[in-house]
Structure formats: structure tokens, C-alpha cells
């Protein structure tokens, strides 16, 4: 009996035990679970920055090309750009949301299409057009620059935020004011997970276009990559003018495939 009882337990323990190809087959098959840009775009990323990495430490530069191109100048230009973007993005990110929350709320929904279309003015008119505007009434310098920024880089948050709400299924929605949820927790619990997807896509968006419209700045006294672009077309040095465009390329690969992270981490599971 007690030889049987062993025996039934080493059949059962082999049964329960993976199959030697079983353990390949999930790692292939969560690897295909993976987007193509998780994986592809930091891919493109490392070799264009090794590429240029390893460019830049074997060319030689002028004079007048190492006064913007020395490792302590780029690093400074560099960083100029990112903050630009970064603060211009907080502030974006801090007006658009709360703004597209309310105008979904039933009691302002009229107001809709009047707010679209006043951020639409962003986007319509040319970014340069939008900077020397403000140059006229604030000034030069790095403020100025981050409230053109903000007028252009508005619409795609705004607009992603009002779309994610509107999406949720309305009986979702009655569900959990059924069961008790006020309309606040309502909103915090279940609309706006519902809604990130879509909602991080518009920050991404708005993300790239900041990073490309940054590089304007340069002509209205705020230091970015762009002077590294003006400066090589204005003095014809094609090496100033390529580092410049190159950067900025990298600079904005990078922040979209960092969008895209943060994107899938906040997406709750089961959608898509």
C-alpha cells in the first residue's frame, strides 16, 4: 500500500512538472505579449547615440565650433532644452487635465467647444508666429519662451483628456454611483483609470512637441538645442548644424519611449 501510494505521488509531481520546451515557449510567448516600441525605439536610440557619441570625440572643431560645441557649452545647451520642455510640460499637464475634467462634468459640457477652439488657436497659428507674439508683450528670455510653449502644446492633453472621459461607458459609470461611490470618488476610481490611456497618449504628444518646438526659443533670446541649428545655418558649419538636429531627434525619441513606459505602467490591466 505504501509502495502504491509513493508511486500515485511521483506520477502526480511528474505531471505537475513543466515540459522541458514549456519554459521557452511562455518567455516567447510574453515576449510577443511586448509592444514593438517598448523594445525597437531604445533600440534606434542607443545606436544613434553611440553613432554620434563616437563621432563627436574623434572630430576635430574650430574655434568658433568649440564655443558651442565643447562638452561644458553642449552639456549647458542641453540641459536648457530639457528644462525648457519640462517646465513647459508641468504647467501644460497642470492646466489641461483639471480643464478637460470639468469641461466633461454635465454642467459645463456646453462650454466644449469654445474651449477647444481657443486652444486650437495654438496649434493653427505657426509656433515662430506664436513666440515673436509674445516677444511684443513679455519680453525675450526663457519665460516668454515657456508661454508660447504652453499656448502651442495645450490642445492634444486638453483634447485626449475630454476623449478618455467620454469613452467610459456610462453604465460603468451609473454602476458605481449605484453601489454607493460619490460623483468625486466616482471620477478619481473609475473614470480617470479608465480614461489614462488615452490621457498619457496626449501628454506623449504633447511631449514630442514641445521638444521640437523648443528649439524656436533660440530666436527669442532662450537657449536650447535650436542654437546649435541656427548657428550652423547662419555661419554655414554643416557639423553644428547635424549635432543640433541630431540631438534634438535623440532628446525626443527618448522622452517619447519614457512616455511610453510610464504609459504601460499606469494602463490598468485588461485594457488595452
Do not use: C
Amino acid at each position: 500500500m505504501t509502495g502504491f501510494i509513493a508511486e500515485e505521488a511521483r506520477i502526480t509531481e511528474t505531471a505537475k512538472a513543466p515540459a522541458p520546451e514549456s519554459v521557452p515557449n511562455g518567455f516567447r510567448r510574453r515576449l510577443a505579449r511586448i509592444p514593438i516600441d517598448v523594445w525597437f525605439e531604445p533600440l534606434v536610440i542607443v545606436v544613434v547615440g553611440v553613432g554620434f557619441v563616437i563621432w563627436y570625440a574623434n572630430t576635430t572643431f574650430t574655434t568658433t565650433e568649440s564655443a558651442s560645441m565643447s562638452w561644458p557649452a553642449l552639456r549647458a545647451t542641453i540641459l536648457d532644452h530639457i528644462q525648457l520642455t519640462l517646465v513647459a510640460t508641468v504647467i501644460v499637464v497642470l492646466i489641461a487635465i483639471p480643464l478637460g475634467i470639468a469641461l466633461t462634468r454635465p454642467s459645463l459640457r456646453w462650454l466644449n467647444p469654445i474651449a477647444i477652439n481657443i486652444a486650437n488657436i495654438g496649434q493653427a497659428a505657426p509656433a515662430i508666429g506664436l513666440l515673436v507674439l509674445f516677444t511684443f508683450w513679455l519680453g525675450t528670455g526663457f519665460n516668454t519662451a515657456i508661454v508660447g510653449l504652453v499656448v502651442y502644446a495645450v490642445l492634444p492633453i486638453l483634447q485626449n483628456t475630454i476623449v478618455g472621459l467620454r469613452q467610459v461607458d456610462q453604465r460603468t459609470v451609473e454602476a458605481s454611483r449605484g453601489i454607493g461611490l460619490s460623483a468625486v470618488r466616482t471620477l478619481v476610481q473609475v473614470e480617470l483609470p479608465l480614461a489614462v490611456p488615452v490621457i498619457l497618449n496626449g501628454v506623449r504628444t504633447a511631449l514630442v512637441i514641445l521638444v521640437g518646438t523648443a528649439t524656436l526659443s533660440t530666436f527669442i533670446g532662450a537657449n536650447s538645442l535650436g542654437t546649435l541649428i541656427t548657428t550652423g545655418i547662419t555661419l554655414f558649419l554643416p557639423k553644428l548644424l547635424v549635432s543640433g538636429a541630431i540631438l534634438v531627434a535623440l532628446l525626443a525619441m527618448t522622452i517619447d519611449w519614457l512616455g511610453r513606459l510610464v504609459e504601460l505602467a499606469a494602463t490598468p490591466r485588461g485594457i488595452a
